[in-house]
């Protein structure tokens, strides 16, 4: 089974905030990422947080890290219909931090207006 | 910011015969690029990593002799599909590391589909 573990599906109100969970494994994981893939299109790299961080936050997207629980989320403010994509994290796999990216089976995120 | 340009986006061919799929960095060199299959609302599989100038590594499971990679330059890398079969159609997606930087840029994917 996977490593990454992630609920499959989101449905959330155009205007409202999402919020997409993540569970890993790997303890030693040096980053940790979320990517959005839009139908028959690859993967665009949304944010990282780095493993000693606990929170990150760019424009609408907030990332929280529990690394006690390796709990990864990523919250999406005011959402938009342009936002319903799949979501994927994903950690490096160590030793290499550079190395591999284990991905979870991805979140699709339905937004209505 | 850095771009993966893959082609092509979509190809049919039929049973037998071999398809080459490339990605290209287009403004930083790539170091090490990785190739991963996707099946329908499943999850990306990685296949292979490749470093510049030398053999690929292919995961478990994943034939060598029948998903041919060439990583010849820090700009190119190439996936062939040797005697493609119906069950090798599949989303394919390359994924590119610079030598510096902490993200790896995807190309765009190629839809293979084998009939």
């Known amino acids: 089974g996977e490593d990454v573990e992630q609920s499959l599906f989101l449905s959330v109100r155009e205007g409202d905030s999402s919020v997409i969970n993540c569970t890993y494994t790997d303890s030693s994981s040096t980053y940790l990422y979320w990517y959005k893939q839009e139908p028959g299109a690859g993967l665009q790299l949304l944010t990282y947080i780095f493993s000693n961080m606990d929170m990150k936050q760019d424009q609408r997207l907030t990332v929280l890290l529990n690394k006690k629980d390796k709990h990864l989320s990523l919250r999406i403010a005011d959402t938009q219909t342009g936002d319903s994509a799949i979501y994927f994290c994903a950690e490096s796999i160590p030793p290499d931090s550079w190395g591999k990216l284990q991905f979870g089976a991805g979140t699709q995120v339905v937004v209505t207006p | 910011g850095a771009v993966v340009s893959q082609h092509p986006s979509r190809v049919i061919c039929k049973s037998g015969t071999s398809v080459k799929i490339e990605c290209r960095s287009l403004?930083?060199?790539?170091?090490?690029m990785f190739w991963y299959r996707q099946f329908p609302k499943q999850s990306l599989m990685l296949m292979a990593t490749?470093?510049?100038?030398?053999?690929?590594?292919?995961e478990q499971g994943v034939e060598k002799d029948k998903f041919l990679i060439n990583h010849a330059s820090l700009t190119l890398s190439t996936l062939t599909v040797t005697s493609a079969h119906p069950e090798d159609s599949s989303f394919y997606i390359c994924s590119a590391r610079a030598r510096s930087g902490v993200g790896y840029t995807f190309g765009s994917g190629t839809r293979l589909t084998v009939v």
């Open positions: 403004d930083f060199q790539a170091t090490t």
């Open positions: 490749s470093n510049e100038g030398s053999k690929a590594t292919y």
